[in-house]
C-alpha cells in the first residue's frame, strides 16, 4: 500500500559517510517519484533531492549538492542516499517519500505537499 522502511543509519564521525536505504516491502514504487528529506529540531522537513521514475534525473538542494547521491534500483523496489562528508550540524532524522501521482517518466518535485507515502525516518548520528 506505498509503505515504506528506511534503513542504514547510525553513527559516523564528521567527514565520514552513509548510505540510507528505503524499500516498499509487499509493493512496487517503479512509477512513483521518489525523495529524501531531513527534520531540522522545530522545524520543518527540509528537502535533500530527489529522483524521477525513470532514475535519469534528479534534483537536489544546495545545502547537500556534491556530497550526497540518490540512486534507485526499481527491480529491487529500493531507493538509495550515499552521503558523503557528513557533517555535525547535519539534521539527524532522515526520510524517504514517494510521490503517487501521474507524471512523466523524468518529472520531480521539491515539494513536501507533492509526496503521498512516508517512511518513519531512521536517525543519523554524525559525531565531531
Known amino acids: 500500500q506505498g509503505q515504506l522502511v528506511e534503513s542504514g543509519g547510525g553513527l559516523v564521525q564528521a567527514g565520514g559517510s552513509l548510505r540510507l536505504s528505503c524499500a516498499t516491502p509487499?509493493?512496487?514504487?517503479?512509477?512513483?517519484?521518489l525523495g529524501w528529506f531531513r527534520q531540522p529540531p522545530g522545524n520543518g522537513r527540509e528537502f535533500i533531492t530527489a529522483i524521477s521514475a525513470s532514475g535519469t534525473n534528479t534534483a537536489v538542494a544546495d545545502s547537500v549538492k556534491g556530497r550526497f547521491t540518490i540512486s534507485r534500483d526499481n527491480a529491487k523496489n529500493t531507493l538509495y542516499l550515499h552521503m558523503n562528508s557528513l557533517k555535525s550540524e547535519d539534521p539527524d532524522i532522515y526520510y524517504c517519500?514517494?510521490?503517487?501521482?501521474?507524471?512523466?517518466?523524468?518529472?520531480?518535485?521539491?515539494?513536501?505537499?507533492?509526496?503521498?507515502?512516508w517512511g518513519q525516518g531512521t536517525l543519523v548520528t554524525v559525531s565531531s
Open positions: 517519500a514517494a510521490d503517487r501521482a501521474t507524471h512523466s517518466a523524468e518529472y520531480v518535485t521539491s515539494r513536501h505537499r507533492d509526496y503521498d507515502y
Open positions: 509487499g509493493g512496487t514504487f517503479s512509477n512513483y517519484v
